[in-house]
Every structure is written in structure tokens, then in C-alpha cells.
């Protein structure tokens, strides 16, 4: 069965602070992997994705993340963390055909100004 | 950009009630899904669609049942609401093929509250 753990519940980070957001999933196959951001009162948004190829992939409002196979984790990252970016993430894994994505539990963050 | 509707926001409904949840896609997105959102439990799969008049139960689908009649409606039914399934649901599609495949573009969300 495939899963997703997102270790840290909560995280609070200073307005220009580096950050980091951990995801360790257990699937199968290759798995293709996700982030996605929820702001408060609203549905999700896609980050980024990794399907294959590079292992460090880019996506919207400057946050990347890198697959590392051997650790199976996908952690998303950003240099330098602005007070919108304040919202829940979370990470998911899934396959082709009819399987269906599974979400971790999420990542609340926190921006101090 | 494609967009998935959920016609209700925000509903309250009473213990036993009959509750329908309804999604709208326009991009002619073969699989839609449902999940239930929760704090501290992330999102949990209740049904998916693949196709017109097919599904398959997800983690959680007891206590709900789906109906999809036509390819961009996909519709979650609630038999008798309990307390319980007081909760967020998203409402999500995506197509087969393409340069989208296999990434799920969500509703805004229903907010259900059972009293």
C-alpha cells in the first residue's frame, strides 16, 4: 500500500528565512510525486510534480523539492520564505491508470514578520 | 485553465438528512475523485470515478455513496448524515493523457457541518 508521512505538524519560520517541509513516502513502484498548498477557506494548488528524469524539480512562487530514491522523500524547499506563503502544504504520492493520489496529513507554516 | 465547481460552500444539515455534494468539471477529465478533509488526518480518498458509471471505493466510503451519470458531474451522497461525517470536501479531477495527466486540479471545497 502506498503512504505518506509528513513529520512536522507545524512550522513557524521568519519572514526571509530558508525553508524546509519533509515528506518520506512508501510506494511500490516509481512513484510519481506532489506538493500542493492550501491557503485558508480554499482548495489545493499544485507546487510541483516529479514523474521522472531530474531529481530536483521547480515550481510555482519559487519552491523546488528533490527526489532522493534511497531516502524515499521528496522534501520541498524555498530560499527565502515570504509572509503569503503562510498556508498548509501537503505532500502526496501516486501511479498511473486508476490509482488514486494518497496525501500525507500536512504542514501547517507559520510566517513571523 | 480547467475548473472544477462544487455548488455548495457551506451546508448544515440535521442528523438522518439525505446530504448531496455536487462537482462540475469543463475540461473533460476522465477520472474525478472525492476526499474528506480533516485536521491532523490530511486527506482521505472516499471514491473515485474513472470513467462514466464506474467507481471504486477509496479508504474511506462508508457511510457514502457516489453517482456519476454524465462525464463532468460527479456527485457525493450521504445516505442518512451523521455527526461524524462532519468534515471539509474537496472534490478533485484530472485527465488520462495530455500534458496534465495525472495531476489533480481541486474545487474550492464543501464545508459540511451535521448537527
Known amino acids: 500500500a502506498q503512504s505518506v508521512t509528513q513529520p512536522d505538524i507545524h512550522i513557524t519560520v521568519s519572514e526571509g528565512a530558508s525553508l524546509e517541509l519533509r515528506c518520506n513516502y512508501s510506494?511500490?513502484?516509481?512513484?510519481?510525486l506532489f506538493w500542493y498548498v492550501q491557503s485558508p477557506g480554499q482548495g489545493l494548488q499544485l507546487l510541483l510534480k516529479?514523474?521522472?528524469?531530474?531529481?530536483l524539480v521547480q515550481g510555482i512562487k519559487g519552491f523546488e523539492a528533490e527526489f532522493k530514491r534511497s531516502q524515499s522523500s521528496f522534501n520541498l524547499r524555498k530560499p527565502s520564505v515570504h509572509w503569503s506563503d503562510a498556508a498548509e502544504y501537503f505532500c502526496a504520492v501516486g501511479g498511473v491508470g486508476r490509482r488514486a493520489l494518497t496525501f500525507g496529513s500536512g504542514t501547517r507554516l507559520q510566517v513571523q514578520p | 485553465d480547467v475548473k472544477v465547481t462544487q455548488s455548495s460552500r457551506y451546508l448544515v444539515k440535521r442528523t438522518g438528512e439525505k446530504v448531496f455534494l455536487e462537482c462540475v468539471q469543463d475540461?473533460?477529465?476522465?477520472?474525478m475523485f472525492w476526499y474528506r478533509q480533516d485536521p491532523g488526518l490530511g486527506l482521505r480518498l472516499i471514491y473515485f470515478s474513472y470513467d462514466v458509471k464506474m467507481k471504486e471505493k477509496g479508504d474511506i466510503p462508508e457511510g457514502y455513496s457516489v453517482s456519476r451519470e454524465k462525464k463532468e458531474r460527479f456527485s457525493l451522497i450521504l445516505e442518512s448524515a451523521s455527526t461524524n461525517q462532519t468534515s471539509m470536501y474537496l472534490c478533485a479531477s484530472r485527465p488520462v493523457g495530455g500534458s496534465g495527466a495525472n495531476v489533480l486540479t481541486f474545487g474550492a471545497g464543501s464545508r459540511l457541518t451535521v448537527l
Open positions: 475540461m473533460d477529465h476522465e477520472n
Open positions: 510506494y511500490g513502484a516509481t512513484p510519481y
Open positions: 516529479y514523474f521522472s528524469g531530474d531529481t
